[in-house]
């Protein structure tokens, strides 16, 4: 298990201008996440022997909090906001629809439990790669040393606040990003009036007699 070597961020021409691009639009913080996003979830990928196109892998985690910086339009959830701005960057640059599709649901999906572990190695092992880095999943799925140089390589930069405050900078900018379970937590938790929309309001407002 400890034989797994820290992955390289890629670099090919696609992925340097991936790379150019999240460093132009992401605050330190983020670009250190999304990168660690992808070392994790490479990582984890190989140690449990799957078998992913690493382009696509890269591209999704590095991509996929294109919804928290200042480029976002922040109309709905960010997630898919961000989904959407990997796909345009994709388009462009003339990658298939196939693969954009792939990158799209990695995104859209990332803080959804249970149902990317369902889907291609490359959708399961972004929201992976990320959950690690949050604390939804535990660190002890990787090696002590290939995190310890991750986090020396990519420093957290104060990632615990800073993610937050991002989150509730969203709000504050438009409360359908809430729409996402993640910013509404933290609206619930850190702003003074913020009430999430719940279930049990909708469906008791449905407009049907019973």
Known sequence: MNAIELPEILDSNLCAEATEHARAVSAPFLFNHVARTYVFGDALGRLRGLSYDRELLYLACVFHDLGLTDSAPVETRFEVEGADAARAFLAARG????????????????????????????????????????????????????????????????????MTSALCGLLRRNEAAATSSVVADVGERRLDGFRPIHFCDVIAGAAFNE
């Open 95 to 162: 990658v298939g629809a196939g693969e954009q599709e792939i990158v799209w649901d990695a995104i859209a999906l990332h803080t959804t439990v249970v149902i990317p572990q369902r889907k291609r190695p490359e959708i399961a092992l972004c929201q992976m790669g990320a959950a690690i880095d949050v604390g939804y999943a535990p660190r002890t799925l990787l090696p002590d040393g290939l995190v310890g140089e991750a986090l020396g390589r990519y420093p957290r930069l104060g990632f615990k606040e800073a």
